[in-house]
C-alpha cells in the first residue's frame, strides 16, 4: 500500500480544465493543495506538474513519497469517445451476435417509432466463434476443440486487432475453457491484449457479461500505455512509492490490478468525491448524507446512510450498460457550464453545456451562450475575481448575455431571468436527489446534503430549502475534494461468483463458495501489501423472487431465515411491496478491504472573528441586499455568523443566503443551519 518509513503520500485528480492535487503527511496529518491547467494532449504531464507544485510547496522531495494516488477518466473517455483500441471477441459457436441481439428494450426518453440500435463496440465481423460448451450448472458438455481456437487467432491476425476480449457461454460456472482459450490465444497473438469474462465480470447475463469484456478489452492498451507512462514519469522524478488507482466503485487498485481490468476505473471519478465527503462528515459527526457534486457541465448526487457508501451493478457508460460494482450514483446534465436558451418562448437549461473553454460569457473567453455560472454572476454571487485573484470575471458581458439570449425573449428584467435560471437548474438538480432518496425509500430531510465541486456551494442552501432539509456541511476545500477523497480510500475489490443454478438458499453450498473466494480476497490482499491487521472482507448475496430479472445485494447473515428476511425488508423499502414468491440465490460476493491508516486530525485554531474585506449588492428573493465578503481562510474554529455572506476561497464560492446561520467546525468544515423566513 505504501513504503515503510515514508509519511507523505499524495493524490492527483486530473479534471477536464484542472488537475488537484492533495499531498500529506500522514504522520502530523498536515495537508497542502495545488491546482495546475490539465494538458489534455497528454495528462501525465499535468500529473506530474502538480505532484512538483505541491512537493515545492511543502518543501519537500519527490523521493519522500511514500504513497501515489490517480483519478483517472482515461477509460472512461475512451468508452464515451469510441476512441479505445480495435478489439474482437471470443465466443462460442452459436452466440456471435450476441452483442447485436442485447436487450429488447430502449432508452425510456427515447421515440419508440424512430430510435435506432447504436452501432456494437465490436461488429459482427469482428466476433469468432470457436468449439466447446459447458452446462449451466458447470459441467462439460463438449470438451473445448483447441484447434478452433488457433484458427480463431488466425483469423484474429488478419483483422489486426489490437486487443482480444474471450467470453464463453456459462463461463461464470465453469472458467476453465475461457481460461485455456486464452492461453492459446496469447501465444499465437503476442503483442495483443487479451482479456476474460471470468477476469472481469463472472456472472450470469451473457450480453452484459459479453459487452464489459469487449470494453475492457478495447480500453486495455491505452490504459496499460497511460499507466506505464505515469509509472516511468514517477521514475524519472526518482519517485519510488506505489502508484494507487481510483476505482468505480470507491476504493483504490494497485497497477497491476488495473492493467488486468481497466473497465474498473469507468465513472470511477466521482467516486473519489463521494468518499472525501464521506471522510469529512464522519469527523463532522455525521453519517446520513446527500452529497451533490457540480461541476461545469454535470451534477453527481449520491446518498450516504450510516456512513455507507452503497454500490449498484446497473451503471452505464454512455449507451453502454456496465455491471461492474460501481458507487451508487445519479449524474444529471447540470452545472455551471450549463447552457440557458428560449425556444417557443419556453426557457430550457441544459443538458448542453459551454464547457472550459469559450465558457460561460463572465469568463471573457468569447462565450455568448447564457448559462448558470453568467446567472449568478448578474445576481451577485460570485465576487468579481476568483482563484484567489487570478482570474477576474467579465460581469457586463454576463449582464449583455442574460438580457439578449434569456430576458429579452421573455420580456424580463435580467435578474428575472437569472433566478429564473437558477430555479430551473435547482429543480433539475432536486430531483435526481428525489431520484436517490424519497425513490430508494429515504426521507431527504432526515439527511445533511454535503454541496461540493467548484459550483456546489453556490447552490446548496437553494438545494436544502427545495428539499426542506435545515442542515448542510461545506467541505474545506469543495473544489478539491476528489483529490482529498483519493487520499481518504481505502484498497478495495470484489471477488463474485454465480451460482450454477439460481434457487433457495443453500448455507452449505454458499459457506464452501464464499471459503475459496475469502482465499482470493486475502491472495489479493497480500499482493497488494495490506497488513493483517488492516485487511476486513464482507459477505453479500445477490438475491431475487423467482421470476424477476434483477437482484438486490443484502449482507450474509449466515442463515437462510434471516438473509431472507434481510431481502424482503429491502425489497420493501425499495419498491413498496413485497412477493408471495420465492426468494433465489443467484451470485455471492466477498468485498475485500485494505483500510488506510488514519491520520492525525489537524485541528483549526478557534477564533470568533468574522470580517468582511469588502461588501458588495447581491440579488435575493427580498430585493437587493449589501452582502459582506469574507475569506474563509481567516475564519477559525468557532467562528459563527448569519447571511446574508458571501464566504471566498480558492477552489470555490459559498452563497450563505438570508435565513441561513453558519458554524466552522475544528476540522475546517462549515455547518450551515436554516432557520425559517429563509429566501434566495
Keep these: 500500500m505504501s513504503l515503510p518509513d515514508s509519511p507523505l503520500a499524495i493524490a492527483v485528480d486530473i479534471g477536464g480544465t484542472f488537475t488537484d492535487i492533495s499531498l500529506i503527511d500522514r504522520a502530523s496529518g498536515k495537508i497542502w493543495r495545488a491546482k495546475t491547467p490539465s494538458v489534455p494532449s497528454d495528462p501525465s504531464e499535468a500529473f506530474l506538474n502538480g505532484i512538483r507544485l505541491a512537493l515545492a510547496e511543502a518543501g519537500a522531495d519527490a523521493a519522500s513519497l511514500g504513497q501515489v494516488l490517480h483519478g483517472t477518466t482515461v477509460a472512461t473517455n475512451m468508452i464515451l469517445e469510441g476512441k479505445g483500441a480495435r478489439a474482437a471477441l471470443v465466443t462460442t459457436r452459436g452466440f456471435r451476435h450476441v452483442l447485436d441481439i442485447g436487450r429488447q428494450d430502449i432508452p425510456r426518453k427515447a421515440n419508440l417509432y424512430t430510435w435506432t440500435k447504436p452501432q456494437r463496440p465490436v461488429p459482427a465481423s469482428r466476433i469468432v466463434e470457436v468449439d466447446e460448451r459447458v452446462a449451466a450448472g458447470g459441467d462439460i458438455l463438449e470438451p473445448l476443440d483447441e484447434e478452433s481456437v488457433r484458427k480463431a487467432a488466425e483469423a484474429l491476425r488478419g483483422m489486426d486487432v489490437e486487443a482480444v476480449g474471450v467470453c464463453l457461454l456459462h463461463a461464470?460456472?465453469?472458467?476453465?475453457?475461457?481460461?485455456?482459450?486464452?492461453?492459446?490465444?496469447?501465444?499465437?497473438?503476442?503483442?495483443?491484449?487479451?482479456?476474460?469474462?471470468?477476469?472481469?465480470?463472472?456472472?450470469?447475463?451473457?450480453?452484459?457479461?459479453?459487452?464489459?469484456?469487449?470494453?475492457?478489452?478495447?480500453?486495455?492498451?491505452?490504459?496499460?500505455?497511460?499507466?506505464g507512462r505515469i509509472e516511468q514519469r514517477l521514475a524519472d522524478e526518482s519517485v519510488a512509492a506505489p502508484l494507487l488507482l481510483m476505482q468505480s466503485n470507491g476504493g483504490v487498485a494497485g497497477a497491476a490490478a488495473i492493467r488486468q481490468a481497466p473497465?474498473?476505473?469507468?465513472?470511477?471519478?466521482?467516486?473519489?468525491?463521494?468518499?472525501?465527503?464521506?471522510?469529512?462528515?464522519?469527523?463532522?459527526?455525521?453519517?446520513?448524507?446527500?452529497?451533490?457534486?457540480?461541476?461545469g457541465t454535470s451534477a453527481d448526487i449520491c446518498l450516504i446512510k450510516d456512513g455507507r457508501i452503497g454500490l449498484t451493478q446497473h451503471g452505464k457508460v454512455g449507451e453502454w450498460p456496465l455491471p461492474l460494482p460501481m458507487v451508487d450514483m445519479v449524474t444529471i446534465g447540470a452545472g455551471g457550464g450549463s447552457i440557458a436558451a428560449v425556444t417557443d418562448e419556453t426557457l430550457t437549461v441544459g443538458p448542453k453545456s459551454a464547457g472550459a473553454r469559450p465558457g460561460p460569457a463572465a469568463y471573457g473567453l468569447g462565450g455568448r451562450e447564457a448559462t448558470v455560472t453568467d446567472a449568478h454572476v448578474v445576481l451577485g454571487h460570485l465576487p468579481a475575481k476568483l482563484l484567489g485573484g487570478r482570474m477576474a470575471l467579465d460581469v457586463d458581458a454576463a449582464r449583455v448575455t442574460i438580457r439578449?439570449?434569456?430576458?429579452?425573449?421573455?420580456?424580463?428584467?435580467?435578474?428575472?431571468?437569472?433566478?429564473?435560471?437558477?430555479?430551473?437548474?435547482?429543480?433539475?438538480?432536486?430531483?435526481?436527489?428525489?431520484?436517490?432518496?424519497?425513490?430508494?425509500?429515504?426521507?431527504?430531510?432526515?439527511?445533511?446534503?454535503?454541496?461540493?465541486?467548484?459550483?456546489?456551494?453556490?447552490?446548496?442552501?437553494?438545494?436544502?430549502?427545495?428539499?426542506?432539509?435545515?442542515?448542510?456541511?461545506?467541505?474545506?476545500?469543495?473544489?478539491?475534494?476528489?483529490?482529498?477523497?483519493?487520499?481518504?480510500?481505502?484498497?478495495?475489490?470484489?471477488?463474485?461468483?454465480?451460482?450454477?443454478?439460481?434457487?433457495?438458499?443453500?448455507?452449505?453450498?454458499?459457506?464452501?463458495?464464499?471459503?475459496?473466494?475469502?482465499?482470493?480476497?486475502?491472495?489479493?490482499?497480500?499482493?497488494?501489501?495490506?497488513?493483517?491487521?488492516?485487511?476486513?472482507?464482507?459477505?453479500?448475496?445477490?438475491?431475487?423472487?423467482?421470476?424477476?430479472?434483477?437482484?438486490?445485494?443484502i449482507g450474509w447473515t449466515g442463515t437462510r431465515e434471516a438473509t431472507e428476511t434481510a431481502f424482503a425488508t429491502e425489497h420493501q423499502a425499495l419498491y413498496g411491496f413485497t412477493l408471495n414468491a420465492a426468494i433465489e440465490l443467484v451470485t455471492l460476493r466477498i468485498e475485500a478491504t485494505g483500510l488506510t491508516a488514519q491520520q492525525p486530525a489537524i485541528?483549526?485554531?478557534?477564533?470568533?472573528?468574522?470580517?468582511?474585506?469588502?461588501?458588495?449588492?447581491?440579488?435575493?428573493?427580498?430585493?437587493?441586499?449589501?452582502?459582506?465578503?469574507?475569506?474563509?481562510?481567516?475564519?477559525?474554529?468557532g467562528a459563527s455568523f448569519s447571511g446574508p455572506m458571501i464566504l471566498t476561497q480558492l477552489d470555490t464560492t459559498t452563497l450563505v443566503p438570508p435565513g441561513w446561520s453558519g458554524t466552522v467546525h475544528e476540522t475546517g468544515a462549515i455547518l450551515l443551519t436554516r432557520h425559517e423566513g429563509g429566501v434566495q
Design 263 to 295: 473497465a474498473l476505473t469507468a465513472l470511477s471519478g466521482p467516486a473519489a468525491g463521494v468518499v472525501g465527503a464521506r471522510a469529512i462528515a464522519a469527523a463532522c459527526g455525521i453519517s446520513d448524507l446527500i452529497t451533490v457534486d457540480i461541476g
Design 603 to 637: 485541528r483549526l485554531p478557534a477564533s470568533d472573528k468574522v470580517e468582511a474585506y469588502d461588501h458588495v449588492p447581491v440579488h435575493f428573493g427580498g430585493g437587493l441586499t449589501k452582502t459582506p465578503l469574507v475569506d474563509r481562510a481567516a475564519l477559525g474554529a
Design 172 to 227: 461464470f460456472a465453469n472458467p476453465a475453457h475461457e481460461r485455456r482459450a486464452a492461453e492459446i490465444l496469447r501465444e499465437e497473438l503476442p503483442g495483443v491484449a487479451v482479456t476474460t469474462s471470468s477476469d472481469v465480470l463472472p456472472v450470469v447475463r451473457e450480453y452484459e457479461r459479453s459487452l464489459t469484456t469487449v470494453l475492457n478489452a478495447s480500453v486495455m492498451p491505452g490504459v496499460t500505455t497511460y499507466v
Design 404 to 553: 439578449d439570449r434569456v430576458a429579452g425573449p421573455l420580456g424580463l428584467s435580467a435578474e428575472d431571468a437569472a433566478r429564473g435560471i437558477l430555479a430551473i437548474v435547482d429543480n433539475h438538480m432536486v430531483g435526481a436527489v428525489r431520484v436517490v432518496s424519497i425513490e430508494r425509500g429515504h426521507d431527504p430531510r432526515q439527511f445533511t446534503l454535503v454541496p461540493f465541486g467548484g459550483a456546489g456551494p453556490l447552490h446548496g442552501t437553494a438545494l436544502a430549502e427545495l428539499l426542506d432539509i435545515s442542515s448542510v456541511m461545506i467541505p474545506p476545500a469543495p473544489g478539491i475534494l476528489c483529490a482529498d477523497g483519493l487520499l481518504a480510500a481505502d484498497l478495495k475489490a470484489e471477488f463474485s461468483r454465480a451460482l450454477p443454478r439460481a434457487g433457495a438458499i443453500d448455507v452449505a453450498q454458499a459457506e464452501g463458495i464464499f471459503a475459496e473466494l475469502e482465499t482470493q480476497a486475502q491472495d489479493w490482499l497480500g499482493v497488494e501489501g495490506v497488513d493483517q491487521h488492516l485487511r476486513r472482507t464482507a459477505k453479500v448475496a445477490l438475491l431475487r423472487y423467482h421470476g424477476q430479472g434483477g437482484e438486490l445485494a
